[in-house]
Structures are given as structure tokens and as C-alpha cells.
């Protein structure tokens, strides 16, 4: 019979954790920092021992895989909308089932030495040694896809925007879109494009409210505005002020604000 150890157990399955978030994060181009992805990979390790509890049967390990890993995109990515938070959720729990079926398909058809997978669960009876070894691998093999990335792909910026109100004040994540240079056409102010469901619920005075016109490649229209008391960009006070305009359609993926790259100047 194999003897599994607690601690190797552990340490392969917080790698694999790991290497599954980050595929989610490129997968919906998540912007969440590298920290937040090892704790929902930590958090996702440790309930992996979950599987030796005596009463872990066929259905209760699907109500148990679905709660930790809502749980563990929880801990990863954080809450976001609820259509964000299911998308994230179903991607992850997609990944994780290719993974896991690729892996059974391995050990049917070869039935290598040391991989075990019991109650849904991986273990590869691996030294430490060549768990540090395959980790250095995978991180060089990443940071060099991220090179490769960034060579043809210029990295996306992505902003934390709080906006503050008379009655609220809440935050969103912006990407910086060059060719986003639109602006309030009597003031002259730079508008940060959100999607509606960023916005909705929000105390907005009528009176605050202004018409922006847009143009696109698949036609123009009129925007709604409204100008906060303040915008922070990053903690960072918009002196000049900006607008922020509703938009009533979607963006792109999981982009839901748009700012032009010249409303940094004012801070």
C-alpha cells in the first residue's frame, strides 16, 4: 500500500492550485497581484484533506469542491459582480476538470510509479528536491512566456479608481486605453468610461448629469456623465477632475472601465 505524506500532499497540490488560478487570470485577464493567487492556492491545498474525511462520498464531494472553490476565487480574485464572480468560478472549476481528467487519462493508460489519485485528489510521491526543481521550471517557463507576451503585447495598465460622491463612495479597476480620448465638450475634462452595473445603484443627481457624444468604429452616440466631488486614481487626487460616463453596453472580457492614458496629468 502507498504512504502518503501530509506534507508532500500539500506542497504539490499548492503548486497545481497555483498553476490553475494563474491559467484563470490569463484565461479572463483577471488583474489580481501574485499574492492573492498563492493564498487561494494555500487556502485550495489545505482543503484537499478534505478527501480523507470518513463520510467524503460521491455527492458530497461535488457540493464540496463547488463551496471550496468559490471560496478560493473568492480568496484569489476577490468578490466583483456576481456574472464576474460565476464566470471565475466556472473557469476555475473548468480548468481544474480538464486537468484532473488529463492526469486520470495518464495514470489508466501508464500507471506510473507514485501518482495516487484518491477521491479526486493528486498526489505525486515526488522528493523535495524535485519539487523545488519542477517550481523553479515552471516559474522560469512562465516569466519567459510573460516576456514573449510583452514584446508583442504591450502590458496592460490597470488603475484603481475611487470616485466620491455627496452620498457614496465606492472603487473600480480601469484599463488605460490609448485611444480612449474622450472628453466633456464644455469643459474639456477627461472621461473615464464604466459600465453601467459599476455604477448602478449609486446616488447621481440629475443635475450633474451631461451628455458626452462618442464615436466608435460601429457608430456614435451620447454618453452619460456626472462629475464626482473627487476622483482618485491610486490613491491619487484627479486635481483637474474628470468625468465618468455610464456606458449601457459592454465593454471587453473582463474590462468594464476604460480611461484614456492623458488623465494621469492631473494628479
Given at each position: 500500500?502507498?504512504?502518503?505524506?501530509?506534507?508532500t500532499?500539500?506542497c504539490?497540490?499548492?503548486?497545481?492550485?497555483?498553476?490553475?488560478?494563474?491559467?484563470?487570470?490569463?484565461?479572463?485577464?483577471?488583474?489580481?497581484?501574485a499574492?492573492?493567487?498563492?493564498?487561494?492556492?494555500?487556502?485550495?491545498?489545505?482543503?484537499?484533506?478534505?478527501?480523507?474525511?470518513?463520510f467524503?462520498?460521491?455527492?458530497?464531494s461535488?457540493?464540496?469542491?463547488?463551496?471550496?472553490?468559490a471560496?478560493?476565487?473568492?480568496?484569489?480574485?476577490?468578490?466583483?459582480?456576481?456574472?464576474s464572480?460565476?464566470?471565475?468560478l466556472?473557469?476555475?472549476?473548468?480548468?481544474?476538470?480538464?486537468?484532473?481528467?488529463?492526469?486520470?487519462?495518464?495514470w489508466?493508460?501508464?500507471?506510473?510509479?507514485?501518482?495516487?489519485?484518491?477521491n479526486?485528489?493528486?498526489?505525486?510521491?515526488?522528493?523535495?528536491?524535485?519539487?523545488i526543481?519542477?517550481?523553479?521550471?515552471?516559474?522560469?517557463?512562465?516569466?519567459?512566456?510573460?516576456?514573449?507576451?510583452?514584446?508583442?503585447?504591450?502590458?496592460?495598465?490597470?488603475?484603481?479608481?475611487?470616485?466620491?460622491?455627496?452620498?457614496d463612495?465606492?472603487s473600480?479597476?480601469?484599463m488605460?486605453?490609448t485611444?480612449?480620448?474622450?472628453?466633456?465638450?464644455?469643459?474639456?475634462?477627461?472621461?473615464?468610461?464604466?459600465?453601467?452595473?459599476?455604477?448602478?445603484?449609486?446616488?447621481?443627481s440629475?443635475?450633474?448629469?451631461?451628455?458626452?457624444?462618442?464615436?466608435?468604429?460601429?457608430?456614435?452616440g451620447?454618453?452619460?456623465?456626472?462629475?464626482?466631488?473627487?476622483?482618485?486614481i491610486?490613491?491619487?487626487?484627479?486635481?483637474?477632475?474628470?468625468?465618468?460616463?455610464?456606458?449601457?453596453?459592454?465593454?471587453?472580457?473582463?474590462?468594464?472601465?476604460?480611461?484614456?492614458?492623458?488623465?494621469?496629468?492631473?494628479?
Amino acid at each position: 500500500m502507498q504512504t502518503v505524506y501530509i506534507d508532500t500532499l500539500l506542497c504539490v497540490n499548492l503548486f497545481i492550485d497555483y498553476i490553475l488560478l494563474f491559467a484563470v487570470k490569463k484565461l479572463l485577464r483577471v488583474n489580481s497581484r501574485a499574492i492573492r493567487l498563492l493564498l487561494g492556492a494555500l487556502f485550495a491545498s489545505f482543503c484537499t484533506l478534505g478527501v480523507f474525511l470518513p463520510f467524503y462520498t460521491k455527492l458530497f464531494s461535488v457540493f464540496y469542491r463547488v463551496i471550496t472553490a468559490a471560496l478560493t476565487i473568492l480568496i484569489a480574485f476577490g468578490k466583483g459582480s456576481l456574472k464576474s464572480f460565476t464566470v471565475r468560478l466556472l473557469t476555475f472549476i473548468g480548468v481544474s476538470i480538464g486537468f484532473s481528467g488529463f492526469i486520470s487519462l495518464i495514470w489508466l493508460m501508464f500507471k506510473p510509479e507514485g501518482v495516487i489519485i484518491y477521491n479526486d485528489a493528486v498526489y505525486f510521491d515526488i522528493s523535495p528536491v524535485m519539487l523545488i526543481v519542477c517550481t523553479l521550471i515552471a516559474f522560469i517557463s512562465l516569466s519567459v512566456y510573460e516576456r514573449l507576451k510583452e514584446k508583442h503585447h504591450p502590458k496592460m495598465k490597470i488603475h484603481k479608481v475611487t470616485v466620491i460622491t455627496e452620498n457614496d463612495l465606492y472603487s473600480f479597476d480601469s484599463m488605460v486605453d490609448t485611444g480612449c480620448s474622450l472628453k466633456e465638450p464644455f469643459s474639456g475634462l477627461p472621461v473615464i468610461i464604466a459600465e453601467k452595473e459599476l455604477i448602478e445603484g449609486k446616488n447621481i443627481s440629475d443635475e450633474k448629469v451631461r451628455l458626452v457624444p462618442f464615436k466608435t468604429l460601429t457608430g456614435e452616440g451620447m454618453l452619460k456623465a456626472f462629475k464626482p466631488e473627487k476622483t482618485l486614481i491610486d490613491g491619487k487626487e484627479v486635481r483637474s477632475g474628470c468625468y465618468i460616463g455610464v456606458s449601457e453596453g459592454k465593454l471587453t472580457n473582463e474590462i468594464k472601465s476604460l480611461m484614456g492614458d492623458n488623465i494621469t496629468e492631473g494628479l
